[in-house]
């Protein structure tokens, strides 16, 4: 059974820094394409970052120069350290595979940016 549970959120004023986890199981993680994605209030869903198996990484147009994607292949964790926040990148932020599959979905981790 595949469980992805995120986490590393919370209240940070903008400018600051965030670094979520995502601690997956159940999954050949070594192998697969990982993504982070988020939520905002009264938006879709968006991918946010992701990364192959040989850490080569994507990333929207929002979040380039200031989001950093990786993995542990060895400990099966997914990271993405969030750097200059701004209050726009306020939303649930999750983890998946990519393409998402929406078996997987866990309950995310709140990320809050004030202005």
């Known amino acids: 059974q595949v469980q992805l549970v995120e986490s590393g959120g919370g209240l940070v004023q903008a400018g600051g820094s965030l670094r979520l986890s995502c601690a997956t199981s159940?999954?050949?993680?070594?192998?697969?394409?990982m993504g982070w994605y988020r939520q905002a209030p009264e938006k879709q869903r968006e991918l946010v970052a992701k990364?192959?198996?040989?850490?080569?990484?994507n990333y929207a147009d929002s979040v380039k120069g200031r989001f950093t994607i990786s993995r542990d292949n060895a400990k099966n964790i997914m990271y993405l350290q969030m750097n200059s926040l701004k209050p726009e990148d306020t939303a649930v932020y999750y983890c998946?595979?990519?393409?998402?599959?929406?078996?997987?979905w866990g309950q995310g981790t709140q990320v809050t940016v004030s202005s």
């Open positions: 998946n595979t990519w393409p998402a599959r929406a078996t997987n």
């Open positions: 159940g999954m050949p993680f070594n192998s697969i394409i």
């Open positions: 990364i192959d198996s040989r850490g080569r990484t």
